[in-house]
């Protein structure tokens, strides 16, 4: 794990040619809301998709066991259309450890509630980078990139733009789709997979890509030896954050919302070992830059657990 801090904090990645998986993605299907068919097909489809993600080599670096990404996929099927169309939602969830300790923070937890593809039992997943083939396999590429960048954007400052860009790439490939989930218009609140990549390769949103590097290298990384410091650079990193929301309108926030959505509880957890007046000055951020979840907030005002 040393290694990958030192090859990302100077930039310096090595190509692999050879077969280098980068994730360690735990794939689930649940298909409670299924009633009266054979499920031995979703079995088989989870098999499939594990393998697919897991033993695929999504870019030339140079992964060692210890360092793949935690991750996890959870399919839950709520509908079955005739023998091989499925559909349902997919949350995704992206941790990432934090350096010299046994805990992993969240990147990510996030649900795609446009989870719509076909699939016959045994038919092999095929991707392409160039073209639409199949909705469920673009819909895996298009998360793995979204996972990679994140998690490379925590290291180094933007450095996960390689990966977003392919993400990009398959949401563009994906325009004439008859599935939801790939275009601008579908979504009046601005919410899906193209909304997603939009946000994050905005120009616009580059706070946000900074608060993630800041907050995870510069803040957690640092606690190890340096408590105090640390949790005020994370502390500090708030504050991009906060002069983002107050320059966008509500609706144009998803990127925001989506890193809310993954960090509200650990903020609640470290912000406790802060200094009173800094609690204070913490919590009016929080409440001002993500309102709904005042009451759970309010928790950083108690004593350290």
């Not at 140079?62 to 349902?88: K, P, T, V, Y």
């Not at 990147?107 to 038919?123: A, Q, S, V």
Request: hydrophobic residues 40%.
């Amino acid at each position: 794990m040393i290694i990958r801090f030192i090859i990302s904090t100077l930039l310096v990645f090595v190509p692999f040619a050879a077969n280098a998986q980068e994730l360690r993605c735990n794939v689930q299907f649940t298909t409670q809301q299924i009633q009266g068919t054979n499920k031995q097909v979703f079995q088989t489809l989870q098999g499939a998709v594990n393998e697919f993600v897991n033993s695929r080599a999504w870019t030339s670096y140079r992964f060692a066991s210890n360092e793949r990404i935690e991750c996890s996929m959870l399919f839950n099927i709520q509908e079955m259309i005739g023998n091989d169309q499925f559909r349902g939602t997919l949350q995704i969830q992206v941790r990432r450890p934090v350096y010299n300790t046994s805990y992993n923070t969240v990147l990510m937890n996030y649900i795609d509630n446009d989870l719509d593809f076909r699939y016959t039992e045994f038919e092999p997943l095929e991707f392409s980078e160039t073209s639409h083939l199949s909705n469920l396999t673009s819909i895996l590429a298009f998360y793995v990139y979204v996972i990679l960048g994140l998690d490379f954007d925590s290291f180094a400052l933007e450095s996960g733009n390689e990966f977003f860009l392919k993400a990009e790439k398959i949401v563009n490939n994906a325009q004439n789709a008859t599935q939801r989930g790939w275009r601008a218009g579908e979504s009046t609140s601005r919410r899906n997979r193209y909304w997603l990549i939009n946000n994050i390769l905005n120009d616009d949103y580059t706070p946000i890509r900074e608060f993630v590097y800041i907050y995870h290298r510069r803040g957690l990384d640092l606690m190890y030896d340096r408590l105090a410091d640390g949790r005020t650079n994370c502390a500090e990193s708030l504050t991009l954050l906060r002069d983002f929301y107050l320059e966008r309108p509500d609706p144009f926030m998803y990127f925001l919302q989506v890193i809310l959505d993954a960090k509200s509880d650990e903020f609640v957890n470290l912000f406790q070992g802060s200094m009173e007046d800094e609690k204070r000055r913490l919590l009016a951020i929080l409440n001002q830059i993500d309102p709904t979840r005042g009451e759970k907030y309010r928790n950083i005002l108690s004593s350290e657990p």
